[in-house]
């Protein structure tokens, strides 16, 4: 348990400094859309070289996943090209707490139904407590 938490920890704390690269990427290209290009290039080298140290043979049940699970991807290029647009101009604490929020209500709706296949874990009143206090933490921020 202890290194699943230090490795979304790490992850997590991944997230504003890929913001913040990628806006002064985008801003120094003039063009997000560039940026984010690069950054998905990197990116695909990167899994290449993990998928040849330990993946091989994974990809043969690829042609018979259901084709929503594809759409992970497009997920992602949607963060990347948001966040690179608007952390200039919002500011990356600004967009990460935002995404941040989004991420607290969409995984509350995907535990508490079981959607994809999660393991259910219903919507109580602490973790609704939780989220609206999150919520009014982004407010108190956007007031600074």
Do not use: E
């Not at 043969?60 to 594809?70: I, N, Q, S």
């Not at 990347?80 to 604490?93: E, Q, S």
């Not at 995907?110 to 219903?122: K, V």
């Amino acid at each position: 348990m202890v290194k699943y938490a230090g490795t979304m920890l790490a992850a997590g704390i991944g997230i504003p400094i890929l913001a913040a690269l990628n806006a002064a990427l985008g801003a120094r290209l003039g063009s997000p859309v560039a940026a984010a290009v690069v950054l998905f290039c990197v990116a695909l080298c990167v899994v290449l070289l993990a998928y040849a140290a330990v993946g091989r043979g994974a990809l043969t049940g690829l042609g018979t996943a259901p084709k929503h699970l594809f759409l992970g991807g497009t997920f992602v290029a949607f963060y990347v090209l948001t966040i690179t647009w608007a952390a200039p101009k919002f500011g990356v604490g600004n967009a990460v707490f935002f995404v941040l929020l989004g991420q607290l209500i969409s995984a509350a709706a995907i535990d508490h139904f079981g959607l994809f296949g999660a393991q259910i874990s219903p919507l109580g009143l602490t973790r609704a407590l939780g989220i609206g206090v999150m919520g009014l933490g982004v407010f108190i921020t956007q007031l600074a």
